[in-house]
């Protein structure tokens, strides 16, 4: 079974550009979640998809946002960029997104803001 | 609110060695589960383990084992006879929610970079 897949890999942006993040799940898997991970802040929770519907979001601002569609698929978009903005982007993928269910994640799409 | 704190920040070893790598936690939640997950170079997490709060029985696996304590709030992580290609970050995380329209979401602890040298 294929794992769970990040598109792009690498990004470069320049400040006050958005940035659109994709992530398609394991096959099954309804549930999407994604992760900042930065140096200083560690890794921190973002949102939550299920059904196409958030059901969870994280201390965040509202330039970023997200979707998931009928297929489970998910993007994340960041608009305004700021150079506090450069990270890693974890999206990871469960079952039904219980508390008990195991989250697999991807190999992140890493994102530069000059 | 959930707290995972990983207290080493960095351990480094020599190849052979047995290393520990330490988690505490906090939740107000009766229910609830821990992960260990592995972050190589590569930047993938990589699922290790995961434990429910109702499940005290210490696990091996192959060369890992996991010693999970309600008393201490604590769930280490044990490599015996480390290897070079353990080497990565490793995260303790801390997962509520088992309602099933409550979602999930993972606290991470900062995590503890594990260096083996040949």
């Known amino acids: 079974k294929a794992g769970v897949t990040q598109t792009p890999r690498y990004l470069i942006k320049t400040r006050g550009q958005q940035v659109t993040l994709s992530c398609s799940p394991i096959s099954g898997h309804r549930s999407v979640s994604w992760y900042q991970q930065t140096p200083g802040q560690g890794l921190q929770f973002l949102f939550e998809?299920?059904?196409?519907?958030?059901?969870n979001k994280g201390n965040f601002p509202g330039r970023f946002s997200g979707r998931q569609f009928s297929n489970s698929r998910s993007e994340m978009n960041v608009s305004t960029l700021e150079l506090g903005d450069s990270a890693l982007y974890l999206c990871?993928?469960?079952?039904?997104?219980?508390?008990?269910?195991?989250?697999?994640f991807g190999p992140g799409t890493r994102l530069t803001v000059l | 609110a959930q707290k995972v704190t990983q207290a080493q920040t960095e351990i480094s070893v020599v190849e052979k060695e047995d290393v520990t790598l330490d988690c505490v936690y906090e939740t107000r939640d009766t229910t609830y589960y821990l992960f260990w997950y592995k972050q190589p170079p590569s930047g993938e997490l990589v699922f290790l383990i995961r434990?429910?709060?109702?499940?005290?029985q210490n696990e091996i696996s192959g060369r890992y084992s996991w010693n999970f304590q309600k008393s201490t709030s604590s769930f280490n992580f044990t490599i015996t006879a480390s290897q070079v290609v353990d080497s990565a970050v490793y995260f303790c995380a801390l997962s509520e929610g088992t309602r099933f329209n409550a979602g999930n979401m993972l606290t991470f602890g900062g995590g503890t970079r594990l260096m083996v040298k040949p």
């Open positions: 434990r429910n709060s109702f499940d005290e």
């Open positions: 998809y299920f059904s196409e519907t958030q059901r």
């Open positions: 990871a993928s469960s079952l039904v997104g219980t508390g008990l269910d195991t989250q697999y």
